[in-house]
């Protein structure tokens, strides 16, 4: 890594110190010469810029910031783009992260934490007007000001809405605490992927805590996806109820039934402001509108008491008197009725809200007679089935599906199947003749028809090389599967010409060898294979075929990326006994990829994975524990492993375990109550040649074992290596 510090960059910024290293950059605190002010320089790392995605996602962060003014962001004041440095110049801000804060803090007061959210609100508010969406919000991207202000920071993976919004990559792994579902499942994401992340920012300040941690970022994003978070008032019973509404609301799982905006949320921030009993009525199984609040208003026991008596006189108690008697009686069978009819309303409403949800499974390229009708795997769906044609599609396959693949909904709600229509009918168009053979391909295969073939005859009434006649006739309904024959006119004394072979050639060698026959190039297009880029894969006309001179030809060449590829995969398996079993799963791209059981006999297990595109991040996890982690790109055949890791695995079964936490520069009083409250009592002390009476206080230098990120038996004996804390 390049140290700038002492130099002067373009003759204007004079670097002083470093403040900051990230992933991609590091950022230095620097004298802008001309502008007589200290500024912050972003600079990309020098290893990043031969990097295309790394540079691109900082070229990323410098136009997501040009384009926004607001006091919660910080300002960009200049950028350089140079082959050999590239670096933003950003206002500098003197004060911590919010992370920073809330690890001091552990716990921040309820008023302080909605003062900060309402910040980074209309943070995100303007940035999303401006139709950029952060996705990266967290504490480590919020700086706090000495005033109490904040700063949000880092459009570093920032997306304009209309660009492409997929972002569950090795980039994002580190921010897992705080990312979305849609965002943990690779999904498309939009602004409501910010109101997550606000949601959690939220559940950390107010209950000191994260909603999902595990000893793996995998384990988080699965729980992003599938777990939900314990509720802040069970961690923190002082955190008012209306708060506590507006942290979940915010972190519901479908985008749908979160906050729909920042504005939205600011909205019910504010009533929460200026009334903290509210209560808010949030209702995720039916079609949001906006958020409402109610108040429970209650007449108190002292108004009660103070009602003025309607006293009678103490005469003339007869027929008065009786039907003020009979008007209680009344009044407590109505009330009865309407006690009996709120407890079963009140049943009902509880399990209207409280309806099962299920992810929606993916439906498209089944077969929908022989893979889904039927079967008991699909028994919590109900399907609305629509027949379309499709020429491309066998019959009964699913090609498009509504609800997509991934989202959640309530268990029994219509899912919509579109599947390719069975003996589809279409009509022959009436406006062909005159056209070129390509276009009319195309038009009649978007109707649905795929058996289409051409053939020549002469014809003076158009042109050469136009359609001149086509059966089955114009306006003829036939079976889509049928073959349908277009003749191209030709001048009946051309010359026909053998069709030259140029599948397997290199694109630009097979046009020329296609022009240098008489033919033309026609339309090239382009799909998945493992040939090298640009090789010709597929030709519309086959090799010999006689074809008049000028004809055009079609191709279809690689993208020189497979489909889908696989890889092996060879894991040593622990030995600890010759019958023990144990799950073995694979993830990648943090989704299962493979589970299955195995020995654990200390034989060598061979894994199959597959996919396509990448590289993506894998991990072999057994009981919860990472054996081999690693990179695998499926744009390779077969596929390419990289960057392998292999850890050992601890058996764990004969006696309960957790990992040791990390004690290392703590006092021996705060190092032994944190071991014993984490369940590890076996503790010894080297005093290092001292004496454990001296009276000195001792700290922990170090501690065996040190590794912690392996959960460990609480047997384990764990030695800590200790020293004076200043000189005895």
Request: with cysteine.
């Amino acid at each position: 890594m390049d140290n700038y510090v002492g130099k002067r960059l373009d003759g204007r910024y004079e670097i002083k110190d470093i403040i900051g290293v990230g992933g991609m950059a590091v950022v230095y605190k620097a004298y802008d010469n001309i502008d007589d002010r200290i500024v912050a320089i972003k600079v990309l790392k020098e290893e990043f810029l031969a990097n295309e995605e790394f540079r691109r996602r900082f070229k990323n962060e410098s136009k997501a910031i040009a384009v926004l003014s607001h006091p919660n962001i910080v300002k960009v004041y200049d950028v350089s783009f140079g082959d050999k440095l590239q670096y933003i110049v950003m206002e500098y801000i003197e004060g911590i992260t919010l992370k920073e804060y809330i690890e001091q803090q552990k716990v921040i007061n309820w008023k302080e934490a909605v003062h900060f959210v309402v910040q980074i609100l209309r943070a995100l508010q303007h940035a999303h007007d401006k139709g950029i969406v952060h996705r990266d919000i967290k504490p480590q991207n919020i700086m706090l000001l000495q005033n109490g202000n904040i700063k949000v920071t880092d459009f570093g993976i920032a997306r304009f809405s209309r660009s492409e919004t997929r972002t569950m990559t090795e980039n994002a792994i580190g921010s897992v605490h705080y990312i979305s579902p849609e965002q943990a499942r690779g999904e498309i994401t939009d602004d409501k992927a910010d109101i997550y992340s606000v949601g959690v920012v939220l559940y950390e300040m107010i209950t000191g805590r994260l909603p999902f941690e595990s000893d793996s970022a995998v384990s988080v994003a699965i729980m992003q996806v599938q777990s939900e978070a314990v509720r802040p008032r069970d961690i923190n019973d002082t955190i008012p109820i209306g708060l506590e509404q507006i942290t979940m609301h915010a972190m519901q799982k479908n985008p749908r039934d979160r906050y729909q905006s920042a504005a939205e949320m600011l909205l019910d921030l504010e009533e929460f402001k200026r009334n903290p009993s509210i209560k808010f009525d949030y209702s995720y199984f039916v079609d949001k509108e906006p958020t409402r609040f109610v108040e429970k208003r209650v007449p108190s026991r002292a108004a009660a008491l103070s009602e003025p008596a309607n006293v009678a006189p103490a005469v003339a108690k007869t027929e008065t008197e009786s039907k003020n008697r009979s008007i209680p009686l009344l009044a407590g069978i109505v009330a009865g009725v309407l006690i009996i009819v709120a407890v079963f309303g009140g049943i009902l409403i509880n399990k209207l809200l409280n309806r099962e949800k299920i992810t929606v499974a993916n439906f498209i390229g089944m077969n929908y007679e022989e893979q889904i009708k039927g079967n008991s795997k699909y028994a919590d769906y109900k399907f609305e089935i629509v027949e379309q044609a499709n020429g491309t599609k066998t019959a009964g396959e699913v090609f498009d599906q509504s609800p997509i693949a991934g989202e959640e909904i309530v268990k029994g709600k219509i899912v919509k199947l579109v599947i390719a229509k069975s003996n589809a009918t279409a009509t022959i168009p009436d406006n062909l003749i005159g056209k070129t053979y390509t276009e009319v391909y195309d038009i009649l295969n978007n109707l649905g028809f795929s058996n289409i073939v051409q053939d020549y005859v002469s014809d003076d009434t158009v042109a050469d090389g136009t359609v001149a006649k086509i059966t089955p006739a114009a306006g003829t309904s036939t079976d889509t599967s049928s073959k349908v024959t277009v003749y191209v006119s030709k001048d009946s004394a051309a010359d026909l010409k053998p069709v030259p072979g140029v599948v397997g050639w290199a694109l630009e060698m097979a046009k020329m060898n296609i022009t240098a026959t008489g033919f033309q190039v026609g339309l090239i297009d382009s799909k998945p294979s493992s040939l090298p880029l640009n090789t010709v894969i597929e030709q519309s006309a086959k090799e010999g075929d006689m074809l008049p001179a000028g004809t055009s030809i079609n191709l279809i060449v690689s993208t020189g990326v497979p489909e889908s590829s696989s890889a092996n995969l060879s894991v040593t398996l622990p030995n600890i006994g010759a019958t023990a079993t144990r799950t073995l799963s694979v993830f990648v791209n943090n989704e299962l990829n493979s589970q299955k059981t195995v020995l654990m006999n200390g034989g060598s297990h061979t894994l199959s994975l597959s996919g396509s595109g990448g590289p993506y991040d894998f991990v072999v996890i057994i009981d919860e524990q990472t054996v081999c982690a690693g990179k695998v790109d499926f744009t390779k055949t077969p596929a390419e492993i990289t960057e392998r890791v292999d850890t050992e695995y601890t058996d764990n079964s004969g006696e309960d375990g957790d990992i040791i936490p990390s004690v290392v520069e703590k006092t021996k009083l705060v190092a032994k109550t944190e071991l014993e409250h984490a369940g590890f009592k076996n503790v010894e002390y080297d005093y290092q040649g001292k004496s454990e009476t001296d009276s000195v206080v001792w700290v922990v230098e170090s501690q065996s074992p040190n590794d912690v990120t392996i959960i460990m038996p609480y047997s384990t004996k764990i030695v800590l290596k200790l020293k004076p804390a200043v000189d005895a």
